[in-house]
């Protein structure tokens, strides 16, 4: 009976979050909409989507989001986000912790989801991981948006580990675009979105949601083949903060 009864509050907590990522958009779906008919209107969409819509959900959820910071991102710099990634609330939170407006990375599959997808295609990169012109085309769309002020956020596992593993490997492309736009990459920590609101269906529970901005590696000095030591660095930070004891 216990048992039953707990599922039936991960049903309901998970019913409860797609409400909460539905109702801001319909509500607000004017404005979204058009401040992505320009990408010069961007910046005025990712304050939208901030303010309005990821910050309901994370609370909404009785997920108060508790940041640390060992270094501050300045204002009008352009930077490479990159975290673990273990839940959908990773999206709701790296909004949270960067004011700078950044675009985001992801697969061509989100593009699919109800009503969120609907502005995933819009505004961020989608990329077809089976696709080397795809692959490809990442890093023009990049580009431009890093020619008009913008951050960009990958997270670089590629995709969701597996529920035993604490951080996959990393793909090259976010150290290598940074080194190319000589960017400095933001790692962060996500410790607790698994544990809030995992891709398993019976899982989640309210509760903080902690996460840690490590101070940045800057790449100036860097040259392409540098990339893999790099990304390696960057994956040592998260990994090794993971599994403090």
Not at 129 to 158: D, H, K, M, W
């Amino acid at each position: 009976m216990i048992t039953i009864l707990k599922n039936i509050g991960h049903i309901a907590y998970r019913i409860w979050f797609y409400i909460l990522v539905a109702v801001p958009i319909f509500l607000f779906f004017p404005f979204l909409l058009v401040t992505t008919l320009s990408e010069k209107w961007y910046p005025q969409f990712f304050w939208l989507a901030r303010n309005l819509w990821a910050t309901p959900i994370l609370y909404g959820m009785g997920c108060p989001p508790k940041i640390i910071r060992e270094q501050k991102l300045e204002k009008g710099k352009s930077y490479m986000l990159v975290a673990n990634h273990t839940s959908m609330l990773d999206i709701m939170l790296m909004l949270r912790i960067s004011k700078n407006p950044f675009v985001f990375v992801g697969k061509k599959e989100l593009a699919k989801i109800p009503v969120f997808g609907f502005f995933f295609k819009r505004v961020c990169i989608m990329v077809d991981r089976e696709n080397t012109r795809s692959r490809t085309g990442v890093y023009r769309r990049a580009q431009r948006r890093l020619n008009q002020g913008l951050s960009i956020c990958i997270f670089p596992e590629g995709g969701v580990p597996e529920e035993n593993v604490v951080l996959d490997s990393f793909k090259d492309g976010a150290f290598k675009m940074a080194i190319a736009h000589n960017i400095p990459v933001v790692p962060m920590t996500f410790y607790d979105s698994k544990k809030r609101f995992s891709f398993t269906f019976l899982s989640g529970s309210p509760g903080k949601l902690r996460a840690k901005v490590h101070t940045f590696f800057k790449t100036g000095l860097l040259a392409e083949e540098d990339k893999s030591t790099l990304r390696e660095e960057v994956r040592e930070v998260i990994l090794n903060e993971l599994t403090k004891k």
